[in-house]
C-alpha cells in the first residue's frame, strides 16, 4: 500500500540514487542492509532524500527494486521511461558498467610509430639542385648511395667539401678541424641507413681513440648507431693502459657489419683499404671524403702505391656524389687583363654529371650556380675549366691579332690551358689500362 501512494517523482529519486552512486556504496539489489545505516552512500540532498519509510527493512521480501515490489512489468517500464526522460533522453540502464560483472577489456594505447627520417627522393637526379648546407650534402650523398647500393655496387666514392670554401682555403685550419668535421658529417650520413649496422673505418686505431674514445669501441651503440674501428683493428686505449688492464680487441670488420665507411684515409692507406674491401665481401665500402682526386696525383712517387693500384682496384669505385668547387682565372691582352670566375662539377647518381658555373643572385646575394652542361661521362677537371670559358664567352675577348701573339714558340690559347691538360689517369692510355670505366661513369 505505501508504494501505491508514492508519486512517480519520488519513485524516480530513488532509482537515480542507486544508479549514480559508486558500487561500493550498495549491497546487492534485495539485501536486507538500510541505505539509513550505509556508511559508504552518498550524499543526496534534501529534496531528493528516500523517505525513511520507504527504506526496505530486515524481513522486506527479496528481489523488489530497493525493497519494493513493483506493480507490473508495466508501471516499471514507466518509470524508466520518466528516469530517462529527466536525465536527457537514452536508455536507462540500471546496473552501472563498474558493477557489471563481464566489464569489456580496454585496449592497451597503440605505441606511436617513429617517425622515419629519410630524405625526399631525387625528383630528377639529372637536374639536382646544387646543395646549399652540409645537411643537404648529407641527405643527397645518402640517396645517391642508396640507389648505386641498390644497383649493385659494392665500392662507392662520395666526395664534398666537409667545411666552407672559405675555411677549406685557410692554412689556418688545422688538420684536426677537418677530421671532426669529417667525423660529423660521417655519423650523420650513417644515420641515414636505419635499420643496418654501419662501421665507421678509421685510418689506424691511435687516431679512432683520440677523436671518438670510449664511445662504442668495438660495440654496437645503444640504439643501433655506428661502430667505430680501424683497418688493421687494435686495442681499446693506449699501450700503456693495456700492460695493467685487460684491453677489449676491436676487428676491422665484424660479421654483424652491414656498411663499412672509410675516412681520412692517405694514399699510403689505400692498400689497408683494398685488404678491407676483401675482407668485406659483398658488403659495400663507401669512400668517404678521401679526395681520390687528389691522391691519385701520388701514385707512381716513391714511397707512394703503384699506379697499379688505380688500374686493378681504385677505378671500380663509383662516384655516386660529388661536390668538387674549383675557382679559375683567364688573362686577357686589355684592361681588366684578368678575369676570375668559379664553377663546380656536381654529380648525384644516378644523373648524369653536371658542370656548374657561379653567377651572382639578384634575390638573396652573393652567388648562385647555373647548370650549363650535362656530361654522361666525367669530365677532366681541365675541360670542366674550358666548359665554363665557353660559356661565359672569354675566347671572344681577344681580338684576332691577340690570338697570334706567341711566347717562346707557344701561341696565346695553349699559354692559358697549359702544356699539361690532363692528369695521368684522366689521359686516354691510362684509361685503356684500367680494369673497370666505374671511376668516371
Not at 684536426?176 to 686505431?205: C, M, N, S, W
Not at 679559375?328 to 676570375?340: G, M, V
Amino acid at each position: 500500500a505505501t508504494h501505491k501512494a508514492m508519486g512517480v517523482p519520488t519513485r524516480v529519486a530513488a532509482i537515480l540514487a542507486l544508479v549514480i552512486a559508486p558500487a561500493a556504496g550498495f549491497s546487492p539489489l534485495g539485501s536486507s542492509v538500510s541505505l539509513r545505516h550505509s556508511h559508504a552512500a552518498p550524499a543526496v540532498s534534501a529534496g531528493h532524500r528516500v523517505p525513511l519509510a520507504l527504506a526496505p527493512q530486515r524481513n522486506a521480501p527479496r528481489g523488489g527494486l530497493l525493497g519494493m515490489r513493483a506493480s507490473s512489468n508495466k508501471e516499471l517500464e514507466e518509470e524508466k521511461a520518466a528516469l530517462a526522460a529527466m536525465m536527457g533522453g537514452g536508455e536507462l540502464k540500471l546496473e552501472a558498467p563498474s558493477m557489471s560483472e563481464k566489464s569489456e577489456k580496454v585496449a592497451a594505447p597503440v605505441k606511436p610509430k617513429k617517425k622515419s627520417i629519410q630524405p625526399k627522393p631525387f625528383a630528377n637526379p639529372d637536374k639536382s639542385p646544387p646543395p646549399r648546407s652540409f645537411r643537404m650534402c648529407v641527405e643527397q650523398a645518402y640517396l645517391s648511395t642508396k640507389a648505386a647500393i641498390d644497383d649493385g655496387y659494392k665500392l662507392i666514392e662520395v666526395e664534398f667539401p666537409p667545411l666552407p670554401q672559405t675555411a677549406m682555403e685557410n692554412e689556418a685550419v688545422g688538420a684536426d678541424v677537418l677530421v671532426k668535421a669529417q667525423i660529423q658529417h660521417t655519423k650523420e650520413f650513417a644515420r641515414y641507413f636505419e635499420g643496418k649496422q654501419v662501421a665507421i673505418v678509421f685510418p689506424d686505431i691511435v687516431e679512432r681513440n683520440r677523436f671518438i674514445g670510449d664511445v662504442s669501441f668495438g660495440k654496437k651503440g645503444k640504439e643501433g648507431g655506428p661502430r667505430y674501428t680501424a683497418l688493421k683493428g687494435g686495442y681499446k686505449g693506449s699501450w700503456v693502459e693495456r700492460i695493467w688492464l685487460e684491453q677489449e680487441e676491436v676487428k676491422a670488420v665484424e660479421p654483424e657489419d652491414d656498411i663499412m665507411i672509410v675516412i681520412c684515409a692517405s694514399a699510403q692507406e689505400l692498400d689497408d683499404v683494398r685488404n678491407l674491401c676483401q675482407e668485406a665481401g659483398d658488403r659495400p665500402v663507401i669512400l668517404f671524403n678521401m679526395k681520390l682526386q687528389t691522391l691519385r696525383g701520388d701514385f707512381g712517387l716513391p714511397a707512394f702505391p703503384p699506379k697499379s693500384l688505380h688500374y686493378d682496384w681504385l677505378s671500380f669505385a663509383l662516384p655516386v656524389y660529388h661536390v668538387l668547387p674549383r675557382a679559375y682565372s683567364r688573362t686577357i691582352a686589355r684592361p681588366p687583363f684578368l678575369i676570375n670566375y668559379s664553377g663546380c662539377l656536381f654529380r648525384t647518381y644516378p644523373g648524369k654529371w653536371q658542370v656548374l658555373l657561379e653567377v651572382p643572385d639578384e634575390v638573396n646575394g652573393g652567388g648562385r650556380y647555373e647548370s650549363v652542361r650535362l656530361e654522361s661521362k666525367r669530365p677532366a677537371l681541365s675541360e670542366v675549366r674550358e666548359y665554363l670559358a665557353e660559356e661565359l664567352q672569354l675566347d671572344d675577348l681577344d681580338t684576332e691579332e691577340e690570338k697570334k701573339t706567341s711566347f717562346f714558340g707557344l701561341d696565346l690559347a695553349k699559354l692559358r690551358t697549359g702544356v699539361v691538360v690532363k692528369t695521368w689517369w684522366e689521359q686516354d692510355g691510362d684509361i685503356e689500362k684500367a680494369l673497370s670505366d666505374d671511376w668516371r661513369a
